[in-house]
Protein backbone atom coordinates (compact mmCIF):
# COMPACT_ATOMS: atom_id res chain seq x y z
CA UNK A 1 0.00 0.00 0.00
CA UNK A 2 1.79 3.59 -1.09
CA UNK A 3 0.98 6.37 0.99
CA UNK A 4 -1.59 6.60 4.00
CA UNK A 5 -4.51 6.71 2.21
CA UNK A 6 -6.40 3.45 1.91
CA UNK A 7 -9.27 2.55 -0.46
CA UNK A 8 -11.67 -0.07 0.18
CA UNK A 9 -10.24 -2.79 -2.74
CA UNK A 10 -6.71 -2.35 -0.27
CA UNK A 11 -8.98 -2.57 3.03
CA UNK A 12 -10.55 -5.94 1.94
CA UNK A 13 -6.61 -7.15 0.99
CA UNK A 14 -5.21 -5.98 4.46
CA UNK A 15 -8.37 -7.88 5.92
CA UNK A 16 -7.68 -8.02 10.08
CA UNK A 17 -4.75 -5.52 9.34
CA UNK A 18 -6.72 -2.77 9.72
CA UNK A 19 -6.75 -3.17 13.30
CA UNK A 20 -3.79 -2.43 13.43
CA UNK A 21 -2.77 0.33 11.17
CA UNK A 22 -2.13 4.03 12.97
CA UNK A 23 -3.96 6.99 13.71
CA UNK A 24 -2.78 8.64 10.27
CA UNK A 25 -3.68 5.86 8.20
CA UNK A 26 -7.58 5.98 9.56
CA UNK A 27 -7.61 9.77 9.34
CA UNK A 28 -6.24 9.41 5.75
CA UNK A 29 -8.43 6.85 4.55
CA UNK A 30 -11.62 8.86 5.29
CA UNK A 31 -14.30 6.80 6.40
CA UNK A 32 -12.84 3.95 3.80
CA UNK A 33 -11.92 2.24 7.02
CA UNK A 34 -14.97 2.67 8.99
CA UNK A 35 -16.74 -0.79 8.39
CA UNK A 36 -13.77 -2.64 8.69
CA UNK A 37 -12.78 -1.44 11.53
CA UNK A 38 -16.02 -1.83 13.54
CA UNK A 39 -14.45 -5.40 13.24
CA UNK A 40 -12.15 -5.02 15.34
CA UNK A 41 -11.79 -5.94 19.33
CA UNK A 42 -10.07 -2.71 20.43
CA UNK A 43 -8.13 0.23 19.91
CA UNK A 44 -5.11 2.00 20.88
CA UNK A 45 -6.10 5.76 21.64
CA UNK A 46 -4.61 7.02 18.83
CA UNK A 47 -6.39 4.88 16.54
CA UNK A 48 -9.97 5.69 18.86
CA UNK A 49 -9.11 9.56 18.31
CA UNK A 50 -8.95 9.44 14.73
CA UNK A 51 -11.71 7.21 14.35
CA UNK A 52 -13.60 9.91 16.60
CA UNK A 53 -11.96 12.92 14.30
CA UNK A 54 -13.08 11.24 10.85
CA UNK A 55 -16.69 10.27 12.23
CA UNK A 56 -16.99 13.92 13.25
CA UNK A 57 -15.70 15.44 9.82
CA UNK A 58 -19.10 13.84 8.41
CA UNK A 59 -17.40 13.43 5.40
CA UNK A 60 -18.02 10.11 5.10
CA UNK A 61 -20.94 7.83 3.66
CA UNK A 62 -22.26 7.42 6.72
CA UNK A 63 -22.39 11.99 6.99
CA UNK A 64 -22.95 13.90 10.19
CA UNK A 65 -23.51 12.36 13.28
CA UNK A 66 -26.86 14.45 13.52
CA UNK A 67 -27.87 12.51 10.50
CA UNK A 68 -27.24 9.19 11.40
CA UNK A 69 -30.21 6.40 11.87
CA UNK A 70 -30.73 3.35 13.79
CA UNK A 71 -29.21 1.63 10.57
CA UNK A 72 -25.91 3.60 10.61
CA UNK A 73 -25.56 2.84 14.60
CA UNK A 74 -26.01 -0.86 13.70
CA UNK A 75 -23.17 -0.31 10.51
CA UNK A 76 -20.57 1.05 13.09
CA UNK A 77 -21.89 -0.68 16.15
CA UNK A 78 -18.40 -1.73 16.65
CA UNK A 79 -17.05 1.63 17.01
CA UNK A 80 -19.85 3.10 19.71
CA UNK A 81 -17.73 2.41 22.37
CA UNK A 82 -14.83 5.41 21.40
CA UNK A 83 -17.04 7.47 19.78
CA UNK A 84 -17.37 10.14 22.92
CA UNK A 85 -19.67 12.35 24.23
CA UNK A 86 -19.34 15.30 21.29
CA UNK A 87 -19.71 12.70 18.82
CA UNK A 88 -23.43 10.94 21.10
CA UNK A 89 -24.98 14.55 21.71
CA UNK A 90 -25.31 14.72 18.31
CA UNK A 91 -26.69 11.55 17.43
CA UNK A 92 -30.65 11.89 16.98
CA UNK A 93 -32.59 10.16 19.62
Known amino acids: VAGTEINEANAE ?3 WLV ?3 SGEYI ?3 GGTLLKD ?3 CGSFLPEQEEAIR ?5 GN ?10 AF ?6 GLIPVLGPSILQQ ?3
Open 60 to 69: TTFGPPAAWS
Open 27 to 29: RSS
Open 72 to 77: TLSELS
Open 13 to 15: LLG
Open 37 to 39: LSQ
Open 53 to 57: DVLSS
Open 91 to 93: IPK
Open 19 to 21: CDL
